[in-house]
Structure formats: C-alpha cells, structure tokens
C-alpha cells in the first residue's frame, strides 16, 4: 500500500541556518503531496502542498517539490526562525479511488536554538 | 484557511466508558475525516465520512468506533467502551469537494484511566 518515509528527527539548529527534511512515498496512483506543521499545544496546519510532478509549494520561506523520478518532496528553508520549532509531518493523499485519507509519515521534530 | 472546530478540548475518562467527540462543520465541506495520534506516534487515518456514510475505514476504526452526522449538524465520533490505549489526540478534518485539501481542527486530547 502507500506510505511514507520521513527522516528520523529530532533536528536541532541554529537562527539562520538551512533546512532540509527528507520525504519520500510510495504509491500506486498519482497523489497530491503535503507538507503539515504542527506547534508545541496545536493541530495540524497545513503548509504547503503540490498536486503533481514537478510542481513546487511554497509558503512561508519553506518550499517543497514533487519529484517523481524519485519520488520525493522534500522540504527546505533557506534560513530557520526560533519561532519554526515545530513537528513537521510530509503526507500524500490520493483521490483517484477514494476520498483521500491521508497518509503520514512519522513527524520530525525541528528546534531552533537562538 | 478555513477554522475548525472540535469539542471538548480535552476530555478524561475511565476505561469501559464511553466518549463522543465532536467536530463542528462547516457548510460548503462535504467530506469529513478523523484521524488519531497516540503520543509522540504518527498521525493515523480512522474514518472519512461522506454523504452521510462512511466512504472508507481503516483496520484501527473496529466496532467500539461510531460516526454519525445527527441533524446535518456537529459530526462526532464517539467511542462505546473505552479502553487505555484509546488515550491519543483525536483530529477532525474537513475537505470540500472542489480541493484535495484537508484541513484540520485543534483536536480533542482523550484520556483513558
């Protein structure tokens, strides 16, 4: 079945330095990918998605792209804030057949130390 | 993005009890979904519910689990006999059909002691 693959956290930076969280899938189908944030005491949120090959997300500095080839979407920041210090869970989801549960990966943690 | 709701925040209870949660819709949202994350684990997908039915379950969403939609109103998700490893955090999400985004609530916080 599908799934998906995160890098083991925890990862721990300083302010301004760059960040890398790998995430590959598998999946029979053509999903749509996310990347979800989730702060110390909060949901989900989502933070940016892309919904096939080659299509990058963005949003707050963070950006993702969907590469099939190897099937990846992994997420990068040019420059970490104290206040990005969150659990970061990439997700696919796919519609195809169905309603689109989603499947996580299992989380990184991310500290930024000042 | 759209908010979202859930009732209670958090809610404890003794094992072989039983708990409703609640998600509080929003009109032009048509698929709704919950998810569960046990401490420091995955977040795992429950149930989608649409038109009024269950659309798909997983192998964790056994008999104790319910979803129900009363009145078109809130859409819970109500567990018959609690048990200690049903302590999790408990996620709503919501979709509406034109989007292949799911947006979540604030989750409900479920003890089992």
């Known amino acids: 079945g599908d799934s998906v693959t995160q890098m083991e956290g925890p990862v721990t930076l300083s302010e301004e330095a760059f960040l890398t969280i790998n995430c590959t899938y598998t999946?029979?189908?053509?999903?749509?990918l996310f990347w979800y944030v989730q702060y110390p005491g909060e949901g989900l949120q989502l933070l940016l998605k892309?919904?096939?090959?080659?299509d990058k997300g963005s949003n707050k500095g963070f950006e993702a792209t969907y590469r099939k080839e190897t099937t990846s979407f992994h997420l990068e920041k040019g420059s970490v804030q104290v206040s990005d210090s969150a659990v970061y869970f990439c997700?696919?989801?796919?519609?195809?057949?169905?309603?689109?549960?989603?499947?996580f990966g299992k989380g990184t943690k991310l500290s930024v130390k000042p | 993005e759209p908010e979202v709701t859930q009732t209670p925040s958090h809610q404890v209870t003794q094992m072989g009890q039983e708990v409703i949660l609640r998600c509080v819709p929003i009109?032009?949202?048509?698929?709704f979904y919950w998810y569960r994350q046990i401490l420091g684990q995955k977040v795992e997908f429950l149930v989608s519910?649409?038109?009024?039915?269950?659309?798909?379950k997983s192998e964790i969403f056994d008999d104790q689990f319910s979803v129900e939609r009363p009145d078109g109103s809130n859409f819970t998700l109500k567990i018959r006999s609690t048990k200690l490893e049903d302590s999790a955090m408990y996620f709503c999400?919501?979709?509406?059909?034109?989007?292949?985004?799911?947006?979540f609530g604030p989750g409900t916080r479920l003890t089992v002691l």
């Open positions: 997700a696919l989801g796919d519609y195809g057949g169905s309603q689109g549960n989603l499947i």
């Open positions: 999946a029979t189908g053509y999903p749509s």
């Open positions: 892309a919904t096939k090959a080659d």
């Open positions: 009109s032009n949202h048509l698929y």
């Open positions: 519910f649409y038109n009024n039915e269950i659309s798909e």
């Open positions: 999400a919501r979709r509406r059909r034109s989007t292949d985004t799911q947006y």
